[in-house]
């Protein structure tokens, strides 16, 4: 894996089931979502990873929520964040709903969790075309990998060549199924161990201890995506703010472990996307 001196900081404001009633700033409208993500910016994120809600507030995949939400952050901030949008199922969707979003909107980025997309035992050759698709487009991935299993079955599609190896990046996940949905920050290294061919890694993590995994991931050469979606407290345990209060404390602690903190464009680069 590529050690980075500077550090790319994502924000994930919202998520799938998250709402006020979690906390009065979770961005739910386009407006709201746009106004967030230019908090985030100027504390120091350089990518955004998009959830979109339905009339009823619930998960969606509809591709025009998404240009509508793209379109409120571009008028905001214009090209200084990458936008990445979620394929998220949530039980919702199946992944020819899935790879049809991502054909359909053509993001710049787009997360896709491993277990969903290319499961195990699916048809390959959808997974390669897809795959190979979204190279054509400059459509940059992030895959998204919760345990060894994942990592390990990455791994193989890796080698096998069913998913590209040119500037290959991943996030990591700690605590989706932990009890309680709290990380330990000793669960990092297990999965760093198994990795290959990877030339750019990221770490969420559910719970508390957010802000302390962030600071391995930092120390071990990763990237760090953070907010609401994943956790509501700074590290001294009081709710944040809002997300770009969880993004501030990133950015700070990268500082202090002598980092940069990766612009939009520095980021793009880094990833190959331009």
Excluded at 39 to 66: I, Q
């Amino acid at each position: 894996m590529i050690q980075n001196d500077a550090v790319m900081i994502a924000v994930a404001p919202n998520g799938a089931r998250k709402t006020r009633q979690d906390h009065p700033k979770i961005p739910i409208t386009p407006k709201e979502l746009a106004l967030t993500a230019a908090a985030c910016h100027d504390a120091g994120a350089c990518m955004l990873h998009l959830h979109v809600r339905d009339e009823k507030l619930l998960h969606s995949l509809d591709v025009e929520r998404y240009r509508e939400a793209i379109q409120a952050i571009r008028r905001q901030v214009g090209e200084e964040l990458i936008i990445q949008v979620t394929t998220e199922a949530v039980g919702i969707y199946n992944r020819e709903q899935q790879i049809q979003m991502v054909t359909q909107l053509r993001p710049e980025a787009v997360s896709l969790a491993i277990r969903e997309i290319s499961p195990i035992g699916v048809d390959e050759k959808v997974s390669a075309d897809f795959f190979s698709f979204l190279q054509r487009e400059h459509i940059a991935p992030q895959y998204i990998l919760y345990d060894r299993q994942d990592i390990l079955h990455f791994n193989e599609l890796l080698k096998r060549g069913i998913i590209p190896h040119e500037n290959v990046s991943i996030l990591l996940v700690l605590g989706r199924y932990a009890e309680n949905q709290q990380s330990d920050v000793e669960d990092l290294a297990p999965l760093l161990s198994p990795l290959t061919d990877v030339q750019h890694w990221s770490l969420c993590a559910f719970g508390s201890s957010e802000a302390n995994c962030m600071i391995e991931a930092i120390r071990h050469g990763g990237h760090c995506r953070v907010g609401f979606e994943n956790n509501l407290l700074l590290a001294d345990g009081t709710t944040a703010k809002d997300n770009s209060a969880l993004v501030r404390a990133v950015s700070d602690a990268a500082t202090t472990l002598h980092k940069k903190v990766a612009s939009a464009d520095a980021a793009r680069k880094l990833l190959g996307m331009r």
